[in-house]
């Protein structure tokens, strides 16, 4: 019960402004809190409320969510997490990644409800791809509850291309982790088992997180592409925690990659077969 009541304690804030800071020991709600950002916990609390409604539905009751491993992260800190992970839709899994946080939050195990969306986990942030979350209403609402923005260099709008690396997309990561948690899709696309990008372990070097590897599974046969439309019913979802991984300073970026990918098990012969022979039939 303790363990639970803590995570509701006001965190103090390194805000610049002197009223901020001040206030930061006593607002329980919030209220005052900025993340590094600029934005509002209050109004991103406010927009995980809203969008976590709905998407509760769809995600446990229209289909089946199996949730494993928060043992694992029920006692991490505030700050300095990495959560990486497989993708397979624009933004349900992110959701489902939300939903977990603030059952976690409330001292749920494995479980999701929805009255943890009262006073949710706001120290989360998100990786996306920059093109995704300013194509429409809803992309954009969403990205006011956490998205750290990157332009991919690699691809856009579905095509390949080339350009520039974004510089600023590990500076921003390390200013979300030095707030709170941060969850990237090393892959950084929807494809399932495309290559890991080396910026994942640049990050992880350059900020030495606890990374927590995630494995997701079921998204794709249950939801379109963008994740806000059903393709089947009834399909259980899997979210399952690992522990969280052994990364050495001597470990290079390659060796980092090479963990990554098999970590979040994108290297399975079986499951790659399996998944051509389901988009072939």
């Known amino acids: 019960m303790l363990r639970v009541l803590k995570n509701f304690l006001p965190i103090p804030s390194n805000d610049p402004n002197p009223f901020f800071r001040a206030i930061s020991y006593v607002d329980i709600l919030g209220i005052f809190e900025r993340d590094p950002f600029g934005n509002w916990l209050i109004l991103k ?17 229209a289909n089946q969510l199996k949730v494993e491993g928060t043992e694992h992260i029920e006692k991490l800190p505030n700050q300095n997490v990495f959560f990486i992970s497989n993708h397979q839709t624009y933004f349900a899994d992110v959701i489902t990644f939300y939903h977990v946080f603030c059952s976690v939050k409330w001292g ?3 479980r999701v ?13 998100y990786v996306a791809a920059s093109e995704t979350m300013k194509d429409g209403l809803i992309p954009r609402l969403f990205s006011l509850a ?10 856009a709008k579905g ?14 990561v390390s200013k979300g982790l030095k707030f709170g ?6 892959q950084g696309t929807t494809s399932p088992y495309a290559p890991i990008r080396k910026g994942t372990a640049h990050i992880i070097k350059e900020n030495n997180p606890i990374v927590v590897p995630v494995v997701i599974n079921g998204f794709r ?9 059903y393709k089947k019913r009834n399909t259980e979802l899997t979210v399952k925690f690992k522990q969280p ?5 001597e470990m290079t970026v390659e060796e980092i990659t090479e963990l990554v990918k098999n970590i979040i098990e994108q290297d399975m012969p079986e499951r790659i077969a399996r998944w051509k022979e389901e988009a072939n039939s």
Do not use: H, M
Request: with cysteine; net charge positive; charged share 20%.
């Open 45 to 61: 609390r406010a927009i995980i409320l809203i969008a976590g409604i709905p998407t509760y539905w769809r995600i446990a009751v």
């Open 221 to 229: 046969r249950a939801f379109n592409k963008t994740g806000l439309g």
């Open 113 to 125: 409800l929805p009255f943890c969306l009262f006073l949710p986990r706001a120290r989360t942030f």
């Open 159 to 172: 095509e390949n291309v080339k350009r520039e690396v974004d510089t600023s997309a590990g500076e921003n």
């Open 146 to 155: 956490g998205a750290i923005l990157v332009e991919r260099s690699w691809r």
């Open 108 to 110: 749920l195990r494995n």
């Open 245 to 249: 991984l052994q990364i050495t300073p």
């Open 181 to 186: 948690w941060v969850v990237s899709f090393p």
